[in-house]
């Protein structure tokens, strides 16, 4: 049977000489395999991930596994403990209006050790690679931590810590949620085709680049090493996956849903071959986008907003997407009520969670040209 190692690792001191800790389970099946490394709610009101990992701890408990996993649940306990009233807080730091998904480390970018690395292993096969590439990436980590003699932010030292965490796993999911939301995932473009084999039902083809976020900071040492390769003549094959997985919107956990989320995951596992596969394998349906079909509508207006498109619904060119309210504009003898069109076929991804909107607030974002 699968065995289960608990521990916790201290990542933020308070004022009052108290630390604040995220838990780490790691689950180890009978058989090597391969490692995934899996955590939840980086921003602190993004709350679905754990009621998904809740699920999972439940599957592993009686389903052995081919390999390991590594569950971090809460991985940012300062964010999901910083409340104003009812809601959380938790997608800056509160402190330095830091988003707290983009301040991870690109540290093998430009590394002299890098290069060198490629160069030493510019005939080694792939299988080789992967193996002392990982090795050589956990003493940069380490570098990058004794590099910091003037300290690192809060925002930093926790992704250090999470970075090294990730450090060695062959799969990376960050599970996230939206404001008000369908489900969705980010995927690199070097990836465009084998996200399939995690069946969300929306995927967004970004480009390989860093933009700070996890998923990101973890395929980007892939990515740059990749380009050295390429710099050198030869052609390197990644190996390694990342994903954001978007997990409907914040603020709320449904046990419910969180199977039919497990549901997808288990099904990626099982395709990268640390679960068994399903007797009756489930048709999915999963429509992709590239980044730059990926749109935002901001509010021209300001006003109290009736959002009348839902996620994950398909709206064509010159539907109502939203009505809104402004008793401003009676006094200009304007109409109080006002309307959003869609400009072409879309699919509704997220919509913003308050009805209380500023102009130029982000109020929808959705997909076009998708496939």
Request: a negative charge.
């Amino acid at each position: 049977m699968n065995t289960f190692n608990k521990y916790k690792i201290p990542v933020q001191g308070l004022p009052s000489g108290d630390d604040l800790y995220i838990r780490v389970i790691d689950v180890e099946g009978p058989e090597k395999g391969p490692k995934c490394y899996i955590q939840a709610s980086m921003h602190g009101a993004e709350h679905q991930g754990n009621a998904v990992l809740y699920q999972l701890l439940n599957y592993l408990e009686s389903n052995d596994i081919k390999g390991s996993i590594r569950i971090i649940p809460t991985a940012n306990p300062l964010a999901i403990n910083t409340k104003m009233g009812p809601y959380t807080f938790g997608r800056f730091n509160a402190g330095t209006g830091g988003n707290w998904n983009r301040s991870y480390y690109n540290f093998t970018e430009n590394n002299e050790k890098v290069h060198l690395f490629a160069k030493q292993h510019l005939n080694s096969s792939e299988s080789i690679i992967n193996v002392e590439y990982k090795k050589l990436m956990e003493d940069l980590l380490i570098d990058q931590i004794t590099e910091s003699k003037y300290g690192s932010s809060q925002n930093g030292h926790l992704h250090l810590i999470l970075q090294q965490l990730a450090i060695n796993a062959d799969y990376v999911l960050d599970l996230h949620t939206a404001g008000v939301a369908t489900r969705y995932l980010y995927a690199p473009e070097y990836l465009a085709e084998r996200s399939s084999a995690l069946p969300f039902p929306f995927h967004l083809i970004i480009g390989d680049k860093f933009g700070g976020s996890m998923d990101e900071a973890a395929f980007i040492t892939w990515v740059n090493l990749r380009n050295i390769f390429s710099d050198l003549g030869r052609i390197f094959n990644i190996d390694f996956e990342s994903y954001t997985l978007e997990l409907g919107g914040e603020e709320r956990i449904s046990i419910e849903e969180a199977s039919k989320d497990l549901e997808y995951i288990l099904e990626y596992l099982s395709h990268k071959g640390l679960t068994r596969n399903s007797e009756t394998k489930p048709e999915y349906k999963i429509i992709k986008c590239n980044k730059k079909d990926y749109k935002s509508y901001f509010a021209k207006q300001a006003g109290l907003y009736d959002f009348i498109a839902k996620p994950g619904q398909l709206i064509k060119k010159g539907d109502l997407l939203a009505i809104g309210i402004n008793f401003e504009n009676y006094f200009s003898e304007e109409s109080i009520k006002y309307e959003v069109l869609a400009n072409e076929d879309c699919i509704v991804l997220t919509h913003y969670p308050s009805s209380s909107v500023m102009q130029g607030t982000e109020i929808y974002q959705v997909m076009e040209k998708f496939y």
